[in-house]
């Protein structure tokens, strides 16, 4: 439901850090504007998540006003100000223009107005502003217009903004998904058109758009206009390569639910059906991501696909708590559901509900009970130290988590029976 945005919507300490800042440069002769996504959330009724002020203070003039500042971008005009904890990004009105890199602007100048400023600015919706000690909004492009009709337009010529920044195109799918907005007319098959464009955007900013989409709380809807747009040849162009893949992929991440936020939803972008999962990682890594998150992906694509195995009767308790007591496991059983209710198969996806519930009910003692073998008992027992003992104490575990082996009592008859090394050599040391 749209709305006029108003900073009684505001939280509060983003409401009062605004307010201060705009104050601040009322005092010097300038007018401080909330710019972009916060007042696109106002107008939708969102809660913005942080705050962006823009002004025609030059950037100088900013570090000289407010105490607390640290200049981010100040070749952009960019200044971060801190006001009673909460940080804010307070830019100089500026125009652009060049581009030759396809992503960044080749000649910045310092504007005056927020009309000036907005032809800039890539979609209608983030190119609006709200005085926030008056409550007096600025919409130079149709902004709230286009929103009201539930459509996404480019401020001026889509063409011309997405041959600009290829970043663009793909903020076109996030901001569809994410605002449920529809293309305008033509929007589509212009950014078809600079599909090249792409090819300037770094893998850190390509992986973190492709991030805002599976975050976009609609990342089905997101890989539909990134196809729509034939935008996946240049970004994802697995997908892209056989019929039905695209098509499948949107099913699975619709399913998916919020699990596509996380590493799920990743192995669905990065790894098409059917496909070597060895070129999750590869893939992964040309996308910069962290190691860290390159492992957990990873490990959410392996263990998916281990999720139908580990449900069969008869699988051993020890296998199916080795298999999922580490992180992702939730990931994987959510990516392993959604393939299996995207593929029909009932039976099956009632053994993985069945064996996630179990998984849930688990409680810390049962996933890592405490050891009954460890190097004190292979001490007592006379078994050298070597490789033996891993092998003895990871056994041990095996048959803990299995419930053949409860009791410290056991644990010298059970070494005993095992205190031959299975290679044949002497498992006990000569007291003598």
Request: with cysteine; hydrophobic share 45%; net charge negative.
């Amino acid at each position: 439901m749209l709305q006029d945005p108003s900073m009684e919507a505001l939280a509060e300490p983003m409401a009062e850090a605004a307010r201060t800042v705009a104050r601040t440069l009322e005092a010097a002769g300038y007018r401080g504007w909330i710019v972009g996504g916060a007042v696109r959330d106002l107008a939708l009724a969102r809660s913005p998540k942080d705050v962006d002020m823009v002004s025609a203070a030059h950037p100088d003039r900013v570090l000289e006003l407010f105490e607390h500042t640290y200049p981010i971008g100040k070749a952009f005009g960019i200044v971060l100000v801190q006001v009673a904890g909460v940080d804010l990004e307070l830019a100089t009105f500026r125009t652009e223009s060049g581009y030759s890199d396809v992503r960044h602007p080749d000649l910045i100048q310092f504007a005056e107005s927020p009309q000036v400023d907005a032809r800039r600015r890539d979609f209608t919706c983030n190119a609006m502003y709200l005085d926030p000690l008056s409550d007096e909004v600025c919409d130079p492009c149709g902004g709230l217009a286009d929103l009201s009709a539930g459509r996404l337009a480019t401020v001026g010529d889509p063409q011309g903004r997405f041959a600009e920044d290829g970043l663009r195109l793909l903020r076109l799918a996030r901001f569809g998904a994410q605002l449920d907005l529809q293309p305008a007319p033509g929007l589509l098959e212009a950014a078809g058109q600079c599909a090249q464009s792409l090819l300037g955007v770094s893998p850190e900013r390509l992986r973190a758009e492709l991030e805002g989409c599976l975050l976009s709380g609609a990342p089905a809807r997101a890989l539909e206009l990134l196809a729509e747009a034939q935008l996946l040849g240049a970004c994802l162009p697995w997908l892209a390569e056989a019929e039905g893949r695209v098509a499948q992929a949107q099913d699975v991440l619709a399913r998916l639910g919020p699990a596509a936020a996380g590493p799920a939803g990743w192995v669905v972008l990065l790894l098409a059906e059917g496909e070597d999962p060895d070129l999750l990682g590869a893939r992964a890594e040309a996308l910069r991501f962290s190691t860290a998150d390159r492992k957990a992906v990873m490990r959410s694509a392996e263990l998916a696909s281990r999720w139908a195995g580990l449900s069969a009767d008869g699988t051993a308790t020890s296998t199916r708590i080795l298999a999922t007591r580490e992180d992702p496991w939730r990931s994987a059983w959510a990516l392993a559901r959604a393939r299996c209710e995207s593929c029909g198969d009932a039976g099956d996806l009632d053994a993985l509900n069945a064996l996630g519930v179990w998984r849930e009910g688990l409680t810390s003692e049962q996933l890592r009970p405490a050891p009954l073998v460890g190097a004190e008992e292979l001490e007592a027992a006379r078994i050298p130290r070597g490789p033996r003992w891993s092998e003895l104490i990871a056994q041990a575990e095996v048959e803990q988590l299995d419930g053949t082996l409860t009791a410290s009592g056991e644990v010298p008859l059970w070494l005993d029976k095992r205190a031959e090394d299975p290679g044949g050599s002497a498992g006990r040391q000569d007291p003598s």
